[in-house]
């Protein structure tokens, strides 16, 4: 049996005229995720990242508080879906620094997203999204030989995607039960917070989804 560690990216700079970059406590958060792991002795076999800037930073801020370790590949296909293109195409020119605010418009902009209605209106389809993550996904766990482990340095939305796919089945391909599934979970998922998936012989199966005890209570945050 193998174990995929997703991680989601530590806080990143809302607000900021660069959202793709970890804030202060984003950094924290990171650290937090790996001196916990040195603390249970975690060595993961292997590591790869999303291409974003808030994923190599979350990925060193982690493995350096987690002690020696090789480094970590990168592969885009764990990269978030464009939001700021989501929401702009469903509310042109709005700008707010309310995270609840933002929160409201971003549900209802991704929703509109996910439906399939407007694809022509977005850089990446909600079809192409999902099916890029399970390629990446297929990818990772068809290249862990049995006993070893992997870590994820990814973003909420290709985390939910994963989950929402085993808890729906692991079917070839993406089902209604996962797209139901999968905006519910995209929205909980907290920074820097960690979802394990196991493979073997039986499948893939997801573990846990969300853990964040390694985090103090100040270090706890969705956005």
Not at 120 to 135: G, K, Q
Not at 158 to 178: F, K, R, S
Not at 187 to 194: F, K, L, P, R, Y
Request: hydrophobic share 40%.
């Amino acid at each position: 049996m193998s174990a995929i560690h997703l991680v989601r990216h530590g806080q990143a700079s809302f607000g900021s005229d660069d959202y793709d970059r970890l804030s202060e406590r984003g950094y924290a958060q990171a650290a937090a995720l790996g001196q916990s792991w040195e603390a249970s002795d975690f060595l993961p076999t292997y590591a790869v990242a999303g291409s974003m800037k808030r994923h190599a930073q979350t990925a060193i801020a982690a493995l350096d508080a987690a002690g020696p370790s090789d480094g970590y590949d990168v592969d885009a296909g764990w990269d978030e879906f464009p939001h700021e293109s989501v929401v702009e195409a469903y509310a042109p020119g709005v700008v707010t620094e309310d995270p609840k605010e933002f929160q409201k418009i971003f549900v209802s902009a991704v929703s509109r997203w996910a439906c399939g209605e407007h694809d022509d209106e977005y850089p990446e389809p909600y079809a192409h999204f999902t099916s890029r993550v399970l390629a990446a996904f297929d990818r990772l766990t068809g290249s862990l030989g049995r006993g070893e482990s992997a870590v994820v340095f990814t973003s909420g939305g290709p985390l939910a995607v994963v989950a929402a796919h085993l808890l729906a089945g692991d079917a070839p391909t993406w089902t209604p039960q996962a797209q139901a599934l999968w905006p519910r979970l995209n929205t909980v998922v907290i920074n820097a917070a960690v979802t394990t998936v196991v493979t073997g012989a039986s499948g893939r199966t997801l573990l846990s989804f969300n853990e964040h005890t390694h985090l103090p209570s100040d270090l706890v945050t969705y956005r």
